[in-house]
């Protein structure tokens, strides 16, 4: 078994023109991502990881959910993977269960 780490740089810089920096007009006004004091975090095992592309599947389902502010995976290639999560509580254990489902992972319990 393999472990990889993967960082996928998730703690958002602040662009000169305000917003996330990627032209999506979400009206950011150069808010950072990281996290704050009032932030939660949780740690998920997940099955079926296997590499980058299982990364940004995992990353892009939960930071479309409502108060996730940044999530880190420590990637092992044929074994459980750790996924943390910061957020500012808005994202239930369901919602976060139900992402990872729709990623097409597996919690491990």
Do not use: F, K
């Amino acid at each position: 078994m393999t472990e990889q780490r993967i960082d996928l740089g998730l703690a958002a810089s602040t662009p000169a023109s305000g917003g996330c920096g990627d032209g999506c007009g979400c009206g950011a006004g150069g808010a950072a991502s990281t996290p704050t004091a009032q932030t939660a975090t949780s740690e998920l095992r997940v099955e079926g990881m296997t590499c980058g592309h299982c990364v940004r599947a995992v990353t892009e389902e939960l930071t479309a959910l409502d108060g996730v502010e940044v999530v880190g995976v420590d990637l092992r290639d044929g074994g459980v993977s750790v996924v943390r999560i910061a957020s500012s509580g808005a994202a239930s254990d369901d919602d976060l269960a139900a992402a990872i489902d729709e990623a097409g992972y597996t919690l491990a319990r």
